[in-house]
């Protein structure tokens, strides 16, 4: 029942959107699509400029990492071989 009411509100505007283009001369149809397609090419070029000028804003500042010091670890002499012959040997 919904699927029914998309599908015929879809197939109304679709109609009305081709009268309206039908209605269009062929110069103006390309004058539109040259003005739409310059539009996209100036977002899509701000884009990137603004993109690349961010990540060296601040001479780098966000990109730094700072480095993580390793743990002291206690280090300890006796190993798991060694604790088993001690063990058997009756030393602890």
């Known amino acids: 029942m919904m699927k029914e009411k998309i599908l015929k509100i879809w197939t109304a505007s679709e109609s009305k959107f081709v009268q309206l283009i039908d209605r269009i001369e ?7 699509v040259g ?3 310059l539009f996209m090419a100036f977002i899509s070029f701000y884009t990137i400029v603004s993109g690349i000028y961010y990540i060296g804003l601040k001479d780098g500042e966000q990109l730094q990492m700072k480095h993580i010091k390793s743990p002291a670890l206690k280090i300890e002499t006796a190993d798991s071989i060694n604790l088993k012959k001690q063990m058997r040997d009756g030393k602890q």
């Open 35 to 37: 003005i739409a397609f």
């Open 26 to 32: 062929p110069e103006t149809k390309l004058m539109v």
